[in-house]
């Protein structure tokens, strides 16, 4: 999601587009003429700067043709908004090892403002333990491609190594950094990701519970994943949800599926340390390769069935979209123009309403945001039915032409 409220997408092909939530009209920005897309290879992650008003820069990573060899590469494009373009191209990073497949990759910029790409093995296993080797890790780069000072090995991009191909990263606002790891054809992965570790691959998959690898996992400071797959169901985007929208997920690691086509919701522990469920949503729309969280609380899910691994309907692909519809916010909007008076308050059957202007709408909540009641005013005043309400706390919101402003309200 974009500080335009747009979403911004990738296609495989080569594709970057905004797209309107609202409408679902798909506007094109740029298709870039380098990408070579051949099995899953093509345009891949996607990030754009936080600054994003001053510094209107949108990094992308995919891969490319030179010399006849499959590589891939982190650029920088730069946004005109007056003209809807994106242009400007600025590699920073490339001549990475690729093959068809295992790749990665995904994009985030941390608040420090430097840049985290993960990258596959390329089908190239030991590379994954290799320090002189781009491939099978996460990567840290400065944003103009340098390598930060205070990287794990000075001089190196390496963030963690022991890799094999993950397609997930998020972190969330207090720092702690997750991603999603596809196994072989066993041990898909949720890893929390901790500077300077070694994620195992190939000589551990999934937990250290082998001889061999708990040996390999003792020497080398191997993280253990937080939960594994067996069969696999190989696990795409990855995001965090923590919004009062949807409850129920709040505290959540979101996981879309491709070969399970399936929602997956993590809860979290209050460490983060620990997943303590796991919960599946949307089990009827294939496979499930995209993930966006909107900052009013709805997730966008992209579907993946026309990348050649999937059967795809006469809709496809698409993009879905969930939200809560009985949930309204309880920040006000411009409530100091919005001042209205309950009374009584604690109240048992019924309670008064005196209010600023006619032709308000009032509705009544319950403390997860749930509209129970409803009613439109004519006047300046109102009578609240609050008759089969449960005894607790309720939120009685007013709207008016000049803004909204919500009142906790108390029934006996």
């Not at 587009?17 to 290879?41: F, H, K, M, W, Y």
């Not at 990665?104 to 333990?129: F, H, K, N, V, Y």
């Not at 409850?247 to 929602?263: D, F």
Request: glycine share 10%; with cysteine.
């Amino acid at each position: 999601m974009g500080p335009d409220n747009f979403i911004w997408a990738t296609e495989r092909a080569g594709r970057i587009s905004r797209i309107n939530p609202n409408t679902g009209a798909v506007l094109p920005l740029l298709t870039i003429a380098d990408v070579t897309q051949n099995n899953e290879s093509g345009l891949l992650g996607m990030v754009l700067h936080p600054d994003f008003a001053t510094q209107p820069y949108v990094y992308v990573v995919y891969n490319y043709t030179e010399q006849g060899a499959l590589k891939e590469k982190l650029v920088r494009l730069t946004y005109a908004a007056a003209a809807g373009t994106l242009g400007d191209p600025l590699v920073l990073l490339g001549g990475i090892a690729a093959t068809t497949t295992h790749s990665g990759s995904r994009l985030i910029i941390l608040p420090d403002r430097t840049l985290l790409m993960t990258t596959g093995d390329a089908q190239q296993q030991p590379e994954a333990q290799s320090r002189a080797s781009l491939n099978g890790k996460i990567l840290r780069l400065n944003l103009d491609g340098s390598i930060p000072a205070d990287n794990p090995a000075p001089g190196s991009y390496v963030y963690t190594l022991g890799h094999r191909n993950p397609q997930g990263l998020v972190q969330l606002a207090d720092g702690r950094l997750y991603s999603s790891e596809h196994g072989p054809n066993n041990d898909d992965e949720i890893n929390k990701i901790e500077v300077g570790r070694n994620y195992g691959w190939p000589t551990v998959e999934g937990l250290c519970n082998l001889p061999a690898e708990a040996a390999f996992c003792a020497a080398n400071n191997v993280r253990e994943p937080l939960t594994t797959w067996t069969p696999t169901i190989a696990p795409a985007a990855l995001k965090y949800y923590d919004h009062p929208a949807i409850p129920g997920w709040r505290g959540s690691l979101l996981v879309a599926a491709l070969g399970g086509r399936r929602l997956v919701q993590l809860p979290l522990d209050a460490t983060g340390a620990t997943i303590t469920a796991r919960n599946e949503f949307l089990k009827d729309f294939g496979r499930l390769r995209s993930l966006c969280v909107s900052p009013d609380g709805r997730v966008y899910v992209g579907t993946s069935n026309r990348d050649g691994r999937g059967t795809p309907g006469a809709t496809d692909d698409r993009i879905l979209v969930l939200e809560n519809r009985a949930y309204m916010p309880t920040a006000n909007r411009n409530a100091a123009a919005v001042k209205f008076d309950i009374f009584p308050n604690p109240a048992h059957q019924q309670a008064s309403l005196t209010l600023p202007a006619p032709g308000a709408h009032v509705t009544i909540c319950d403390m997860l945001g749930r509209r129970l009641r409803e009613q439109s005013v004519a006047g300046l005043t109102a009578t609240l039915d609050l008759t089969g309400l449960p005894t607790g706390r309720y939120l009685v919101a007013v709207a008016t032409a000049a803004g909204t402003a919500t009142k906790p309200l108390s029934v006996e």
